[in-house]
């Protein structure tokens, strides 16, 4: 009986397709800069209610070791989350430049800047010029670092050009901007 049953689903993969359901955020880049933008924003206001939290440890009065006591262990979070979201972004300056889409080249690019400079300011010599290239086409599992200097230099470089792609006409309005909503003035202010 069972394999009369199993020999009958010869279209169970067709059948069972949501056509609802995203099968790749990685070509759509909506998707790509939602979550990119969720995950920083995340990142970023987690972080400062982590050091908030350990600046009122400091004031607290500390009677009872077991009740005021922050047990913080890893911090490596910061770092992966921007790495992971550099990746994405990194994806979406593709499509963006295999589309002829400048607004979302120009919008991961600047992400991308405020990442790289948050993790520069935290930790001074960081992976950047060969960051998110760990990939089928450029298999760098393991980045070298950057100096903090040339990180810099290059920030300001990577702001000119998305200040530059953002400055032609009729450029289109993005999708998927849970920070601006699209307006592409805003995103040369960020």
């Given at each position: 009986?069972?394999?009369i049953?199993?020999?009958a689903?010869?279209?169970?993969?067709?059948?069972?397709d949501?056509?609802?359901v995203?099968t790749?955020?990685?070509?759509n880049?909506?998707?790509?800069?939602?979550?990119a933008?969720?995950?920083?924003?995340?990142?970023?206001?987690?972080?400062?209610?982590?050091?908030?939290?350990l600046?009122?440890?400091y004031?607290?009065?500390?009677?009872?070791?077991?009740?005021?006591?922050?047990?913080?262990?890893?911090?490596?979070?910061?770092?992966?989350?921007?790495?992971?979201?550099?990746?994405?972004l990194?994806a979406?300056?593709?499509?963006?430049e295999?589309?002829?889409?400048?607004?979302?080249?120009a919008?991961?690019?600047i992400?991308?800047?405020?990442?790289?400079q948050m993790?520069t300011?935290m930790w001074?010599?960081?992976?950047?010029?060969?960051?998110?290239k760990?990939?089928?086409?450029?298999?760098?599992?393991?980045?070298?670092?950057?100096m903090?200097q040339?990180?810099?230099s290059?920030?300001?470089?990577?702001?000119e050009?998305?200040?530059?792609?953002?400055?032609?006409?009729?450029?289109p309005?993005?999708?998927g901007d849970?920070m601006?909503?699209?307006?592409?003035?805003?995103?040369?202010?960020?």
């Amino acid at each position: 009986m069972l394999l009369i049953s199993i020999g009958a689903c010869t279209k169970f993969e067709v059948v069972n397709d949501n056509p609802d359901v995203a099968t790749s955020i990685n070509n759509n880049p909506e998707l790509l800069l939602t979550n990119a933008q969720r995950n920083s924003i995340n990142r970023a206001v987690g972080d400062a209610w982590s050091e908030g939290n350990l600046m009122a440890q400091y004031g607290a009065r500390i009677v009872f070791t077991e009740f005021d006591l922050f047990n913080w262990g890893t911090q490596s979070g910061t770092w992966e989350s921007h790495y992971l979201t550099i990746r994405d972004l990194a994806a979406l300056r593709q499509i963006g430049e295999n589309t002829g889409n400048n607004s979302y080249e120009a919008v991961a690019l600047i992400m991308q800047t405020w990442l790289f400079q948050m993790l520069t300011d935290m930790w001074g010599d960081i992976p950047y010029t060969e960051a998110a290239k760990a990939s089928a086409m450029e298999p760098i599992f393991q980045p070298s670092y950057d100096m903090q200097q040339n990180i810099y230099s290059g920030l300001l470089a990577d702001l000119e050009k998305a200040n530059t792609l953002l400055g032609g006409t009729g450029l289109p309005k993005i999708k998927g901007d849970i920070m601006f909503d699209g307006d592409l003035v805003k995103w040369r202010k960020f």
